[in-house]
């Protein structure tokens, strides 16, 4: 059983240009979070999908993020317009239905030049 | 709104060394508790979760308690080696399938 799995692993971007990070959770789990982590800081939160449904965005930016969990294939974290600030890491987590815990990937790093 | 506060910040030990590490939380309310391990550049691995309704458990050399009444939880590693020197993080959820809220983690370095 594969590992929640994220990709890219490291993506650059300058400034203005869009950034798109790819999340597939852990085989039976249907639950997808996305977490940023900013240099020297912890983990916060941003936003909780289930399939097709975004279910509590309150750690996301109103601007310029979006995020999506189709039906088929991978959870998308978009970012548009990417500024400096917007480096970070970005992790995302899975876990099945019930309090079984959350597993994460290894994590997107995006660098903004 | 939840709290996650991890104190030491940084902690340098002999090898060999046990050693205890600190996790308290502002709301009680607290369905579960998570320890994770975050090696530098790296994701993190999950160690321990521990439900509202258990006291601790025990993993190899790891244990972690859990108590609700005091806002706190430790983490306590037995005979350190060099290997386990990495951040260790706390995380608490306030129901089952919602979000973390994190600490900030506490930098273990084991010396050999």
Same mark, same amino acid.
């Given at each position: /059983?594969?590992?929640?799995?994220? /990709?890219?692993?490291?993506?650059?971007?300058r400034r203005g240009q869009e950034a798109r990070l790819r999340c597939s959770p852990m085989k039976g789990h249907s639950h997808v979070y996305w977490y940023r982590q900013l240099p020297e800081e912890?983990?916060?939160?941003?936003?909780?999908?289930?399939?097709? /449904?975004?279910?509590?965005?309150?750690?996301?930016?109103?601007?310029?993020?979006?995020?999506?969990?189709?039906?088929?294939?991978?959870?998308i974290l978009r970012i548009q317009q990417?500024?400096?600030?917007?480096?970070?890491?970005?992790?995302?987590?899975s876990s099945p239905s019930g309090a079984w815990g959350q597993y994460f990937g290894p994590g997107t790093r995006l660098t903004v030049t | 709104k939840q709290e996650v506060t991890q104190?030491?910040?940084?902690?340098?030990?002999?090898?060999?060394?046990?050693?205890?590490?600190?996790?308290?939380?502002?709301?009680?309310?607290?369905y579960n508790l998570q320890w994770f391990r975050q090696d530098p550049g790296k994701g993190l691995t999950s160690l321990l979760l521990i439900q509202s309704s258990q006291?601790?458990?025990?993993?190899?050399?790891?244990?972690a308690s859990l108590d609700k009444s005091s806002g706190r939880s430790t983490l306590y590693i037995a005979a350190s080696q060099p290997g386990d020197s990495a951040t260790y993080l706390?995380?608490?959820?306030?129901?089952?399938?919602t979000p973390l809220v994190f600490g900030k983690g506490t930098r273990l370095s084991v010396i050999a």
């Open positions: /059983n594969a590992g929640v799995m994220q /990709n890219p692993r490291h993506l650059v971007r912890g983990l916060k939160f941003m936003v909780y999908l289930q399939k097709e /449904n975004i279910i509590d965005e309150s750690g996301m930016p109103k601007e310029r993020f979006s995020a999506e969990f189709p039906k088929e294939g991978p959870s990417v500024v400096r600030g917007d480096s970070a890491a970005y992790f995302c987590a | 104190i030491p910040a940084a902690l340098s030990v002999p090898e060999g060394e046990n050693l205890v590490l600190n996790c308290s939380f502002t709301d009680s309310a607290i006291r601790e458990q025990t993993s190899g050399r790891l244990n706390c995380a608490g959820a306030r129901e089952g399938n």
